[in-house]
């Protein structure tokens, strides 16, 4: 238990600070292993919750293998059937693999739709509204792929997208609205994307849909930090949160548990941890410093930026004005 290495010594140390039996027969056992995922979220979601002054981007959650993502290229195979006020379109030649959630565009026609069902091989699909352009049996057509779907642990991108089919070399991300304004779904262009932008937890919108041909894929790795799962009470589990750090779990889980029963203790328990709290941020905010040689420090002058001639990123990939 005094050795704060797994989730079980965590809890049993929780409930021995707050004066209740750790064999398992505590009204409060249950409570107390909830409490301790309700500190963990605190903690790796920023902080924020205990003390509003912290905002860490913590380096322990990265992960350790970077994510990955295929551009498919467009599909402009054979012609399409499309009737004026009606959501039914029919492909000369059925596309493969489905196309559902894909962007829809007749040649000729300014607006751009999202083909809302469709199955793999199949002829007909159904756009999310109706054509609103002229009834045409043969128009040619783009079906293209703009939105893709990342990790399912991802909780912020830690860094631009990387592609290496061309010089560019980065994928800035930039917010939703930007990225509408600045790159048009009725002009979007084929090639490797210019910038991303997230449009849900663990999905994001490129500014392009990549290849011209059937076998022009494009690879796309980003960095990420996860999502930690939720602790059990086990024995051999051990959380994300650095070793030296993880009293911090117990002191605020026990702080939660003595809160529940109306005891004075509570606060002294939750001072400590986010006296812990805050000695973690510090030494996050070292480490990061060591790492870039950069952090925290206060440019007065532009010429002190040794890269000002090249475009500067946040942590998130987002273009810094």
Do not use: C
């Not at 107390?32 to 002054?53: H, M, Q, V």
């Not at 996860?226 to 051990?238: K, Q």
Request: overall charge negative.
């Amino acid at each position: 238990m005094a050795n704060f290495t797994f989730s079980s010594d965590l809890k049993d140390s929780a409930l021995f600070s707050a004066g209740e039996p750790t064999d398992g027969t505590s009204e409060f056992d249950t409570q107390a292993l909830e409490y301790l995922n309700n500190a963990y979220r605190g903690i790796w979601t920023g902080g924020g919750e205990l003390d509003p002054n912290i905002s860490e981007a913590w380096w322990w959650l990265r992960k350790d293998t970077q994510g990955i993502l295929t551009l498919n290229p467009v599909i402009t195979t054979g012609t399409v059937s499309v009737t004026n006020n009606s959501a039914s379109i029919t492909f000369s030649s059925g596309p493969t693999p489905s196309v559902a959630g894909r962007h829809f565009k007749v040649d000729g026609h300014p607006d751009v739709f999202i083909i809302s069902t469709h199955t793999a091989g199949a002829t007909a699909a159904t756009l999310e509204s109706i054509y609103t352009g002229t009834t045409d049996t043969t128009a040619t057509y783009k079906v293209f792929q703009l939105d893709y779907t990342l990790a399912s642990d991802v909780l912020y991108l830690a860094s631009p997208m990387r592609v290496y089919q061309n010089s560019q070399g980065k994928i800035p991300g930039i917010d939703l609205h930007t990225l509408s304004q600045k790159w048009p779904l009725n002009t979007v262009g084929s090639g490797v994307p210019r910038n991303f932008a997230r449009t849900g937890e663990q999905s994001v919108r490129f500014s392009h849909y990549g290849g011209t041909t059937s076998t022009d894929f494009i690879k796309v790795d980003y960095e990420y930090a996860r999502i930690p799962t939720d602790l059990t009470d086990s024995g051999s589990e051990e959380p994300l949160v650095p070793k030296q750090f993880r009293h911090i779990l117990s002191y605020w889980t026990a702080g939660m548990l003595l809160t529940e029963k109306d005891d004075g203790k509570a606060t002294d328990l939750l001072a400590l941890a986010k006296n812990g709290l805050k000695a973690m941020a510090n030494e996050n905010r070292r480490r990061i410093a060591r790492q870039s040689g950069q952090f925290g420090y206060i440019h007065t002058r532009q010429e002190q930026i040794d890269h000002y001639l090249n475009t500067v990123y946040t942590d998130s990939g987002i273009i810094i004005p």
